[in-house]
């Protein structure tokens, strides 16, 4: 027995160990990135403790779990909207949107205390380790349940059906299929929200900052003045404003510059009755393309194929407007969804991809994980040309390479609903998104960006007057 016992000994200490970088490394990566993230001297790294990694298949290095514990070295507002926010510290400390405690709304004091759960990817470059661009994964939307009886019977004719019609099972009679299932659920979804829940709030595709706040949203509990909230799935801003147009959405989530088009009829039948009821969070276009790539400045793009948003989502139609404000009418257009623009970027397919988003924007450092990445900046003569946009600069070091803040455009991203809402009803709604204390918990870096300071900037339509009336008294 004792010879097995030294053989095991012997054996177990034959195991090499797994190469990782040690305590003053790991330091050193987390001080930097946090610098980088939050501008020099702003948050001193208190403390950290590893609490685990495992190998990260997708570069060969590893992930190591941290929480750390930073300290405010003067007083600063993560919510604005510009410079040290809540999402590039997120996105530099790999934390999910509900990955750091502490952050108050409307700033914090000079030696608060922040706490940070997250993950920093590092591969060993020589004899040196270097963290690797990512973020948290994204959700995974949640399953869907029917009711039963009738319901049953008609999704069992669904699926004898399918499964009676070959061609069904790929092609363009799939992606047809598809897209009525989804449109069904949807009226579905929409119907019984009315009946049973209250509204309706048409959010975005899994995983996105739109699905995130229409979610937490959703989560709040119902009060006298205002039903509880259900949020709709959909592809983005272009389909939000269909959802609201034909009834099932009562509330959306919208890019300024799409919901603006949308009342003044410049896409389709006008939507006079839609109102704004506050601005929320900037979303800044990202051009996107390889590091290796020779393309330097917009002009370059002649003549290229560039990625685009795929239909109904509003980084398409914004996308659309970059490329007219510069003369690129002979690109060729490629829709491309979220989790297809690193493998297309990476394979050439396309030279550039443009995207809307939140900076930094989480799937943006997921597609620097495949292939190291620029962004192209936008010129101030583009950028007047591209209103209602808004010029905005994204800050050094909220993407892996960006040394200097680069000058883009950006759209507000807004919360409307219609016109016949009463006045009660947005008060309360309102109320909600500005006051409860769990939103910015539950709706990630970009809610605590939404204030009744910023609530009117870069509106493209007008405020509903429940809306006009809240800010009478709230600001």
Do not use: C
């Amino acid at each position: 027995m004792r010879h097995i016992l030294l053989l095991l000994l012997v054996l177990l200490g034959a195991v090499p160990a797994v190469a990782q970088p040690d305590a003053v490394a790991l330091s050193r990566i987390l001080a930097s990135r946090i610098d980088a993230a939050a501008g020099p001297g702003l948050l001193e790294l208190k403390d950290f403790r590893r609490m685990g990694d495992a190998p990260d298949p997708e570069t060969g290095g590893r992930i190591i779990y941290v929480a750390t514990r930073l300290r405010l070295a003067r007083a600063h507002d993560f919510g604005g909207w510009s410079g040290g926010t809540l999402q590039a510290l997120s996105a530099a400390l790999g934390a999910g949107p509900r990955g750091i405690r502490g952050v108050a709304r409307g700033g914090n004091a000079a030696g608060d205390l922040l706490r940070a759960n997250g993950s920093i990817r590092v591969k060993r470059n020589g004899d040196v380790w270097v963290a690797l661009a990512g973020g948290a994964a994204a959700g995974r939307p949640a399953a869907m349940e029917g009711p039963g009886g009738r319901a049953e019977q008609l999704l069992t004719a669904i699926q004898t059906a399918l499964t009676a019609i070959p061609r069904a099972t790929g092609g363009p009679a799939s992606v047809a299929i598809e897209q009525e299932l989804a449109q069904a659920w949807r009226n579905i979804e929409g119907r019984l929200a009315r009946i049973e829940r209250g509204l309706p709030l048409a959010g975005g595709a899994a995983g996105s900052e739109y699905a995130r706040l229409a979610a937490a949203l959703a989560g709040l509990p119902a009060t006298p003045d205002r039903p509880a909230m259900t949020a709709l799935p959909s592809a983005g801003s272009v389909e939000n404003l269909r959802l609201l147009a034909d009834g099932t959405a009562l509330l959306a989530l919208a890019q300024a510059d799409v919901a603006g088009q949308a009342f003044r009829g410049e896409a389709g039948a006008a939507m006079p009755g839609l109102r704004a009821l506050a601005s929320l969070f900037p979303e800044a276009v990202h051009v996107i393309v390889p590091a290796a790539s020779p393309l330097r400045q917009m002009a370059d793009l002649a003549g290229r194929r560039i990625g685009v948003g795929i239909a109904g989502s509003g980084a398409r139609v914004t996308a659309e407007a970059v490329l007219a404000a510069y003369g690129l009418t002979d690109a060729t257009r490629v829709p491309l969804a979220p989790d297809a623009v690193a493998a297309a970027l990476a394979s050439g397919q396309v030279a550039a991809h443009i995207a809307v988003s939140l900076a930094p924007a989480q799937a943006v450092l997921r597609i620097a994980d495949t292939v190291p990445l620029r962004l192209l900046p936008l010129d101030p003569d583009a950028v007047t040309r591209l209103a209602p946009l808004l010029p905005f600069s994204i800050p050094a070091g909220a993407y892996p390479g960006l040394d200097a803040p680069l000058m883009t455009a950006a759209t507000p991203a807004l919360l409307v609903g219609d016109a016949a809402l009463t006045t009660a009803e947005v008060g309360a709604i309102l109320t909600a998104l500005f006051r409860a204390p769990s939103l910015a918990a539950l709706g990630g870096p970009a809610a605590l960006q939404i204030t009744p300071a910023t609530a009117r900037q870069g509106l493209t339509l007008p405020l509903h007057p429940g809306a006009e009336a809240f800010f009478a008294t709230n600001r």
